[in-house]
């Protein structure tokens, strides 16, 4: 397994970078003088900039869809025949509202983003790492891949499906140079909760969610340790290790309290 490093070098890869914790990643990377390549779904010129701004020898954009074929093909052919040195695999959205109300459009492209995109990228580019026993890769999980989710269903199902992966992927590559980090992240101040429908929610109306350049410091931090995974968040470490201790049935009702549509609008 890859050794601590001080910074990190190269060539890196930031999906989901257009704002939140991915744009936070890639302007960390930036300051180290990472060559960065940036995707995501949305504009990135705003991540693009700061990239610049933070130092970044060279930044590259490319606005796909990763829940998507054609947008996975983009993505690697801007890639091309290049050595990655490090994936920072970040894109990922939610879905509010009970899961029979939501429409199946709006469930599999979070399935596909969040499981499917996020998988074949680890393939595709985990495999070339393999083969010349360098590289490294961070995930980024959530805290809600270890709660049933309810009124938030299919959004924490798939980051648990991302967590347990990135656990299991881990091990099987400890004989390697490949080191494999999951950040696991509670709620946090992005453009998520927006996107995901959840505004009119206890959590989306939460003022305490944690700061993106915080969660991102955590993760890039893990990172350079070649560590499994971090929690970012003292209370999040706190939930993340109740969750193993509760009930199933006692977490997905305290999920529903802070994910059920609240007022006229639910």
Known sequence: ??????????????TGASS??????????????????????RPLDEAEAAARDAGAPSVETVQAD?????????????????????????????????????????IAHVIHTNVTGTTWLLHAIGRKMVARNAGRILVTG??????????QLVYNSTKSYIDYFCFGLRNELKHTDVAVTCLMPGPTDTRFFARAGMENT?????????????????GYEALLGGDAHT??????????????????????QMHRRMAEPQGPDR
Not at 95 to 103: N, P
Not at 143 to 150: C, D, S
Not at 202 to 218: L, M
Request: hydrophobic share 50%; glycine share 12%.
């Open 1 to 14: 397994m890859a050794d601590r490093i001080e910074r990190l070098a190269g060539f890196v890869l930031v």
């Open 20 to 41: 939140g914790i991915g744009l936070e990643l890639a302007r960390l990377a930036a300051r180290d003088g990472c060559s960065l390549l940036l995707a995501a779904d």
């Open 66 to 106: 990763l829940a998507t074929r054609e947008g996975l093909q983009q993505l690697m052919a801007a890639i091309g025949d290049r050595e990655m040195d490090v994936l920072i695999a970040n894109a990922g959205h939610g879905l509010g509202r009970a899961f029979v109300e939501q429409d199946w459009a709006d």
């Open 142 to 151: 959530s805290i809600a891949g270890h709660i049933p989710g309810a009124y």
């Open 202 to 218: 206890d959590v989306g109306q939460d003022d305490d969610k944690a700061d993106p350049a915080k969660v991102a410091q955590d």
């Open 231 to 252: 929690v970012s968040g003292f209370m999040n470490k706190v939930q993340d290790t109740f969750a193993g201790i509760i009930p199933d049935t006692v977490l997905a």
